[in-house]
C-alpha cells in the first residue's frame, strides 16, 4: 500500500506543445507534446525501491516496467514479461522476458529481476511494502535478518526466464508484481559503485520515458525513452512532474491551462463550484484508499489506555465531516478496508449503528473511568500534513472531542517532515491515507501485521491478529479467506488501534485535450497510452 | 528645537516637547479620529470576543460556510469549519495588533537608540556598530526563526521576539543616516557651546529632529510585521489552529474568495482600516513632533 496524501493534488497539467521535429512520431499527432503535471508533495527520492507516497510512484512508474503493468483501465497486463505460467500447485511462477532494453542499450535480463527482487527485501533497503512478498521462499527470513539475500527463491533459469517460487500459493501475487518496487532495475548501474544511481543523467530506466532533469521543489522532468520496447506507442513527448502541494495553487495552474492533468486538485470548500463550472475535466470516482487518524499506541501516552481510544473513536461523527465539511461523494467509514475492494471484509465498529448521544454518554463514562475529566483534561497532539482539507477535518474533530474534556493541541507539518514523523514513531496521532496498490484487503491488513509500516509506526504488535492475516493468504477459497480477514479486522477495530474516518474518493481535472486517461480505483494512470490534442502552438 | 533649557527665569514657562505636540496633534482632525478608531479597534479585539455568543474554536454543527446573517447569530458569517467569522477576526487582531505593537515597539527603542548613538559617536564605535547590524542583516530570517524554534519550540512570543530582532536593523540605518546630517547643523552646535551634555543632545536635540522620516518608517512597519506574521503562520512556523492572525484568515479566505467572499472581505476590512489609521495617525505624529514645523 502507499501512503497518499488525500487530495494531494497531483496535476496532469499543462500541455505544452512543441513543434514537430519531423521523426517518425507514432501516427495520428503531428505534433508531439509534454504533459504538464501537477504532482503533489516534493519527491523525497525516486528509487522506485525507497518511495513511499504515490507522489513519487506516479513517477517512477514512468520509468521502470515492472514485469507485470497495468493497462489504462488499471487491468494486469504483460510488462517486461511477454507471458507467464503458474505451475499447477500454484507454487510456482515462471516469467517469460520480452527483448528489451535499458535507456543506455544494456539487455534488460533475468538477471535484474533477481537483483532488484533480493535488494527489495534486504533490510538494509528499508522498503515498507516488503512484507507483501513474505509468501516467496526466505523472503520474511531475509527481510528479519536471518537469511543471506542469495537464499531468496527468485532464479534466472537463462536470461530471459524467470522462476519464483512462493512457499504456499497466493491470492494476490501477481498484483504485488505490477507494484513499482517490483520492477527490475539496472543491475550493472547499481553495482557499479556509484554513489546515487537516481540523478538524472546517471540513472537509466526501463520504462516509456527516462528521467532528464529533478529541480528541486519545482518540476522532475522526463522524456520519451527511444529505447522503449513499445516506443512507437507512445504519444507524448515527455512529461513534467510539478511539485504543488497546495491544492487551491494546483486548481488555480489547471484553470489558467498550465496544467492538463491535475489529481485531487479541488479543495472540498470548491467542489461544487468546480462541479458547475469545469464539469468537462472533472473526474470523480471511488478510490480504494482509507482516510484514518493513527493511533501512536507505544507506552506513554494516554493512548496506550484502551478506553481513551475507544472514547474518541465514538465520539467522532463521520457523518458530520463527508456530508457537511466535505460533500464530495466520501462514505463515511466504521472500518479500516475500504468497501470498494475487490472481495470486501464485514468487519465495523460494534457502536456503528447507535445514535450519537448514546455515544458520546459511553465516550465520557469511558474517559471518566480512565481517570480524565472536566478537573483532569486528556491532553493530546493531533498533527497532519498542511493542506486545506485535512486542517477543515482535523479542527472539527477536535471540536467534537472539547466537550468531552479532550484538549487537542492541533499540529501541521510540511509532508515530507510529516510523514517521516510517522515512521519513527514520533506523533500522538496523525492523519494518514492508505491507498491500496494491490486491489486486495491484504494489502490493508498487512500495514498492522509485524514487518508492516502501521505497525512500525504505532507499535502496534498481536500475535494473534498476525496469524489470521497469515493464514488469510494461504486460503484460496474466497468465502473461508473473506471470513479469515474479517475476523483479523475485526481484532483491530476492536482495540480501537485507529480512528477510521471515511473511504476516499478521487478527484481530478484533466483537461478534455488528454486522451487515453481513464479513471482507475487503484488511482494508476500508465502515461504511455496517453496523448494530447496539441492544435495551438 | 526645544527652548525650555535655554529659557530665561524670568520668561513665561515655555511648553514642553510633548505638551506642545499633543496640542498640535489634538489639532489634526484626521489623526484624532484615526486615533479613536484605533482605540476602539483594540478595544474590540481585546473585549469583543467575551460579548460574543461564540467562541475561538466553537463549532456551529449547522452552519458551515454561510454568508454573514442576523438570525442565526454570526453577524458576518462563518468559515468552512462552521466557526464564527467576527469571533475569530476580534482573536486574530488580538494577534495581530500585539505582533505588531510589541515588535514596533521593540525596533523603535533598539533601533533608534542605536542609530542615534552610532551617528553621533562616529568613529571607530560606529564603525564597530554597524557591522554588527551588518552581521545581523546576513543571518538568513528563516533561519532565524527555525533555530529559535528549535531551542526554544512552538510558541507564540518566538515570533515577536524573532521579527522584533529583525526589524531594529532598517530603523537604526535611518536614524544613524539622520544623526549624521544633523550633528553637523548650528544647533547642534550651539548646544554643544552651551555645555549641554552629549546623552542629552542625542535625546533632547538629535532625535526629535529625526522623528519625521522614523514615525514614516514606524507606519510602513507594521503592516510589514503582520504580513510577516502571516507568512510564517501559513508556514506552520508562527500561530496554531484553532489560535489565528489576520495574515493567517486572509490567506484562508483568498483561497475561497470565489465561493464565500465574506471570508476574505471582513478581516480585510479589519486589517485595512487598521492600517488606513495608522498611515494618518503617522502623519499627524510627524507634523506635531517635527521641531521645525512649530
Redesign the interface.
Known amino acids: 500500500m502507499v501512503s497518499m496524501d488525500a487530495f494531494r493534488p497531483l496535476a496532469l497539467a499543462g500541455l505544452m506543445a512543441t513543434t514537430s521535429l519531423g521523426l517518425c512520431l507514432p501516427a495520428a499527432d503531428a505534433q508531439a507534446a509534454t504533459l504538464q503535471v501537477g504532482n503533489g508533495a516534493e519527491p523525497s527520492t525516486l528509487d522506485p525501491q525507497k518511495v513511499s507516497g504515490n507522489w513519487e510512484s506516479r513517477i517512477t512508474r514512468q520509468l521502470f516496467d515492472r514485469l507485470v503493468n497495468y493497462g489504462p483501465d488499471g487491468a494486469l497486463v504483460p510488462g517486461l514479461a511477454e507471458s507467464w505460467e503458474l505451475s499447477d500447485d500454484g507454487r510456482v511462477i515462471t516469467f517469460r522476458l520480452r527483448e528489451a532494453q535499458w535507456s543506455d542499450g544494456e539487455p534488460i535480463t533475468a538477471d535484474d529481476a533477481v537483483f532488484a527482487l533480493q535488494r527489495l527485501v534486504t533490510p538494509a533497503t528499508a522498503n515498507h511494502n516488503a512484507n507483501l512478498y513474505y509468501p516467496i521462499v526466505n523472503a520474511r527470513a531475509i527481510n528479519t535478518g536471518e537469511a543471506e539475500p542469495e537464499s531468496l527463491g527468485v532464479t534466472a533459469l537463462d536470461s530471459r526466464t524467470l522462476e519464483i517460487r512462493l512457499s504456499e500459493p497466493t491470492a494476490y501475487f501477481l498484483q504485488a508484481m505490477a507494484m513499482t518496487e517490483a520492477a527490475p532495475l539496472p543491475r550493472h548501474l547499481l553495482t557499479s559503485g556509484i554513489e546515487d544511481w537516481t540523478r538524472p543523467g546517471t540513472m537509466v530506466a526501463s520504462g516509456p520515458f527516462v528521467l532528464t532533469d529533478w529541480k528541486p521543489q519545482d518540476k522532475v522532468e522526463v522524456e520519451r525513452n527511444p529505447r522503449y520496447y513499445a516506443a512507437d506507442e507512445v504519444a507524448l513527448e515527455g512529461v513534467d512532474f510539478h511539485a504543488i502541494e497546495d491544492t487551491s495553487a494546483l486548481m488555480n495552474r489547471f484553470r489558467s491551462g498550465e496544467l492538463d492533468i491535475a489529481y485531487g486538485a479541488v479543495p472540498s470548500a470548491r467542489f461544487e463550484w468546480a462541479q458547475e463550472n469545469l464539469s468537462e475535466s472533472l473526474r470523480v470516482g471511488p478510490l480504494i484508499g482509507s482516510y484514518f487518524y493513527m493511533l501512536n499506541l507505544r507506552e506513554g501516552t494516554p493512548l496506550s489506555d484502551e478506553r481513551v481510544r475507544e472514547a474518541l473513536n465514538l465520539a467522532l461523527d463521520r457523518e458530520v465531516i463527508t456530508e457537511r465539511l466535505l460533500g464530495m461523494g466520501q462514505t463515511p467509514s466504521y472500518w479500516f478496508v475500504p468497501r470498494t475492494i475487490a472481495s470486501p471484509t464485514s468487519a465495523s465498529l460494534d457502536f456503528h449503528d447507535q445514535d450519537m448521544d448514546s455515544r458520546r454518554a459511553r465516550a465520557r463514562e469511558l474517559l471518566d473511568q480512565a481517570g480524565y475529566g472536566p478537573d483532569r483534561p486528556l491532553e493530546l497532539e493531533l498533527s497532519y500534513n498542511t493542506l486545506e482539507d485535512h486542517k477543515k477535518i482535523a479542527v472539527a474533530i477536535a471540536a467534537m472531542w472539547r466537550p468531552l474534556g479532550v484538549e487537542i493541541e492541533l499540529v501541521n507539518r510540511e509532508a515530507a517532515v510529516h510523514f517521516a514523523g510517522l515512521r519513527q514513531g514520533d506523533f500522538e496521532i496523525a492523519r494518514y491515507g492508505f491507498v491500496a496498490t494491490v486491489n486486495d484487503p491484504y494489502d490493508f491488513l498487512n500495514a498492522y501485521a509485524a514487518g508492516g509500516s502501521a505497525a512500525a509506526s504505532t507499535g502496534y504488535a498481536d500475535p494473534e491478529y498476525d496469524a489470521l492475516v497469515e493464514a488469510s493468504t494461504h486460503e484460496l477459497d474466497a468465502d473461508r479467506r473473506a471470513a479469515l480477514m474479517s475476523e483479523a479486522e475485526q481484532r483491530l477495530l476492536e482495540a480501537d488501534v485507529m480512528l477510521p474516518i471515511y473511504d476516499y474518493v478521487v478527484v481530478n481535472l484533466v483537461s478534455p485535450d488528454v486522451k487515453g486517461w481513464q479513471p482507475t480505483t487503484l488511482d494508476v494512470h500508465p502515461l504511455r497510452y496517453v496523448s494530447v490534442d496539441a492544435d495551438a502552438p | 528645537m526645544s527652548t525650555d533649557s535655554l529659557a530665561p527665569t524670568a520668561a513665561p514657562v515655555g511648553d514642553s516637547l510633548g505638551r506642545d505636540a499633543w496640542r498640535r496633534l489634538s489639532q489634526n482632525r484626521a489623526a484624532m479620529a484615526s486615533l479613536w478608531l484605533l482605540g476602539l479597534m483594540t478595544l474590540a479585539c481585546f473585549i469583543g470576543p467575551w460579548l460574543t455568543p461564540w467562541g475561538l ?3 456551529d ?1 449547522n452552519a ?2 454561510v454568508g454573514p446573517t442576523l438570525e442565526g447569530g454570526h453577524w458576518l458569517g462563518t468559515d ?4 464564527d467569522l467576527l469571533t475569530r477576526t476580534l482573536y486574530g487582531g488580538q494577534v495581530s495588533l500585539s505582533v505588531a505593537l510589541v515588535a514596533t515597539f521593540v525596533s523603535l527603542i533598539i533601533g533608534v537608540l542605536y542609530g542615534a548613538v552610532s551617528g553621533y559617536v562616529g568613529g571607530r564605535v560606529d564603525n564597530l556598530m554597524m557591522r554588527f547590524v551588518d552581521i545581523m542583516y546576513s543571518l538568513p530570517f528563516m533561519f532565524l526563526v527555525i533555530l529559535l524554534m528549535v531551542v526554544f519550540g ?1 510558541n507564540i512570543f518566538l515570533i515577536y521576539a524573532a521579527i522584533g530582532a529583525v526589524e531594529w536593523l532598517d530603523m537604526a540605518r535611518i536614524v544613524r543616516g539622520q544623526t549624521l546630517a544633523l550633528k553637523q547643523r548650528e544647533f547642534v552646535e550651539a548646544a554643544h557651546a552651551l555645555g549641554v551634555k552629549d546623552g542629552k543632545i542625542v535625546t533632547r536635540h538629535l532625535i526629535p529632529n529625526a522623528i519625521g522620516p522614523v514615525i514614516v518608517y514606524v507606519t510602513l512597519t507594521v503592516p510589514k510585521v503582520i504580513l510577516l506574521e502571516s507568512f510564517l503562520s501559513f508556514l ?1 512556523l508562527g500561530v ?3 489560535l489565528t492572525s489576520w495574515g493567517v484568515l486572509i490567506s484562508e479566505g483568498a ?2 474568495m ?3 467572499p465574506w471570508m476574505l472581505l471582513v478581516p480585510s476590512v479589519f486589517l485595512a482600516l487598521t492600517l488606513f489609521c495608522l498611515n494618518f495617525l503617522g502623519d499627524g505624529l510627524r507634523d506635531a513632533l517635527d521641531p521645525k514645523t512649530r
Open positions: 474554536a466553537d463549532v454543527w458551515f460556510d468552512a469549519n462552521g466557526r512552538r506552520g496554531q489552529e484553532p483561497d475561497m470565489q465561493t464565500s
